[in-house]
């Protein structure tokens, strides 16, 4: 069926609410219903897999709106934030490191984690996951300390966790 | 392309000789990596994609990890050709409709098949007859560890291997199985499977990959999640889903023939008569009828057919293997009747054993 607002695009979202003791039911697609405040929370799992294009794209819009001061630039593939938005694809592995934090956030919503526990040929799985851990702790112990304001041993956490993201850099 | 001449020859995977192969058609293990130096596939320029292709093939001319191998480019093949491969199972529709500069390498009777330049540079396939994810995952490791110490693979510190796409990063591991459910549509209970499914990290689809509708009661069955878990355990997950589905689907199917035996030997001989006589028949209908059959014959109704066969007509009966076994495109008329030809040639060689049955 066709959205009731804009008469063109396809009803994707179906909503009942009652208001002021009335049933008001509405039948809307995307645009319209974010238009209107709704944001689509269920998406029909049975008409498409997870994570199309589309659910990606309304996930990193989110995200990345909130965001508007990262401009930044993969320096490998010239890939803008905005690219990704729009494809719902990584132009490079670059993209990866450039807009790392981005990332983090987006796989912990998609996937339900951003941290890869699985083998890397080369080198054992243990000594890539044991920094990982440790770096996970301290990042826990930063925000205990910051919040209790010990900020003397918040900066030794900071400093401690650089030191160990460094080596991991080089490890690679 | 002398592998396009072969066109008899049946892929390994669908000989049925796994385990629950009656009720799993196949499992399939697909490993993506993007090698270091290259942009990935929305950005990649057609000179970088030929680089790949020759530095992957040096690879494998050089250590020969694949027995049989053949190798197909893209860009040399007509539009029936190329889905072909697609009802082989060996290519995806991606590779198809976006790259033009994509190759597929096949090898091991059909059962691997790995892609370049396709959505990552490398799309490393294993696929075993029957219920046998293990057994896929050791072949598409061996094969990605081999080529990964010739060649350096993409790799982030935290978020692993690194996809272009961010659905598939950490391990970059999508374990599916092929699996035939008629019991629980007919009971009614898939709707409650599926949706329960949908919840613990697993997707499902038809039975040709991404897009395309459910048909004859097949589904593919696959993992949802590529991150935070390792490969073995993304693998394990699957299995037990996968074994407690068959488990419904073998109590579904017994209480069917408890209390709807004649409805369901209407059902399953109606279906093998029209196979065995038709003179004309879609797709669509094959597929259909076919679930029927194979049904009839995981149920022990009809001899003298084996799941093997049910296989193999599965995928003869496509389209495109119709239009390459006539050598050009046919028209959907044409076609359906060479398909009601091939259909009725795999039945007129069967033991027909209904008057022993009664």
């Known amino acids: ?172 | 392309m002398d592998l396009l001449k072969n066109i008899k020859e049946v892929p390994a995977w669908l000989d049925a000789s796994g385990e629950h192969s009656d009720i799993v058609l196949s499992s399939r293990i697909r490993l993506a990596r993007n090698i270091k130096g290259f942009t990935f596939s929305t950005k990649i320029k057609p000179e970088e994609e030929e680089q790949i292709r020759q530095e992957v093939l040096a690879v494998l001319d050089r250590e020969k990890p694949i027995s049989g191998m053949s190798r197909i480019d893209m860009a040399e093949l007509k539009p029936f050709e190329c889905n072909y491969l697609l009802e082989k199972h060996l290519v995806s529709t991606d590779l198809l409709s976006h790259r033009r500069n994509g190759s597929v390498i096949i090898g091991d009777k059909f059962r691997v098949s790995m892609m370049i330049n396709e959505e990552d540079h490398l799309r490393i396939q294993s696929i075993a007859s029957g219920f046998d994810l293990n057994a896929c995952w050791k072949k598409a490791e061996a094969l990605e560890e081999l080529i990964g110490k010739n060649l350096e693979y993409d790799f982030h510190p935290k978020f692993g291997y690194l996809t272009s796409c961010p659905t598939n990063t950490g391990t970059g591991l999508r374990g599916s199985v092929l699996i035939h459910l008629p019991g629980l549509v007919l009971t009614k209970e898939i709707q409650k499977v599926l949706r329960g499914i949908s919840q613990i990290g697993l997707t499902f689809r038809g039975l040709y990959g991404e897009g395309s509708e459910v048909l004859g009661n097949f589904f593919q069955i696959s993992n949802q999640v590529t991150i935070g878990k390792s490969e073995q355990e993304l693998i394990d997950h699957l299995v037990q889903i996968t074994g407690q589905i068959i488990e419904h689907e073998r109590n579904a199917r017994a209480i069917l023939f408890k209390d709807a035996g004649y409805y369901i030997q209407d059902k399953v001989w109606r279906a093998y008569g029209i196979l065995e006589y038709a003179r004309t028949i879609s797709g669509e209908e094959v597929m259909n009828l076919l679930s029927a059959i194979r049904l009839g014959v995981s149920m022990k109704l009809i001899n003298g057919l084996s799941v093997s066969k049910i296989n193999q007509i599965l995928i003869f009966s496509q389209d495109a293997h119709l239009d390459v076994a006539a050598g050009r495109s046919l028209d959907p008329a044409e076609r359906d009747i060479n398909r009601a030809i091939i259909v009725r040639s795999y039945f007129s060689d069967t033991e027909k054993k209904e008057a022993k049955d009664e």
Not at chain 1, 15 to 35: H, M, P, R, W
Not at chain 1, 80 to 90: F, T, V, W
Not at chain 1, 118 to 134: F, L, W
């Open chain 1, 1 to 172: 069926m066709k959205c009731e607002k804009c008469k063109k695009n396809e009803a994707k979202i179906h909503f009942t609410q009652i208001k002021d003791g009335k049933v008001v039911s509405y039948n809307l697609c995307k645009e319209c219903a974010e238009k209107q405040g709704f944001k689509a929370v269920k998406f029909d799992s049975e008409q498409q897999p997870a994570f199309a294009p589309e659910t990606k794209d309304h996930v990193l819009s989110e995200l990345i709106g909130e965001e508007s001061e990262v401009t930044g630039v993969c320096a490998f593939c010239h890939n803008k934030l905005d690219d990704i938005k729009h494809s719902g694809r990584m132009g490079c592995a670059q993209c990866y490191f450039t807009f790392e934090k981005q990332t983090d956030v987006l796989l912990r919503r998609i996937q339900g984690s951003s941290f890869h526990l699985g083998k890397h040929s080369g080198k054992p799985v243990s000594e890539r996951y044991g920094d990982q851990i440790k770096i996970r702790e301290l990042k826990k112990k930063l925000n205990e300390s910051v919040r209790e304001e010990d900020y003397e041993k918040a900066a030794r956490l900071r400093d401690e966790i650089r030191s160990l993201e460094k080596r991991m850099e080089l490890k690679k």
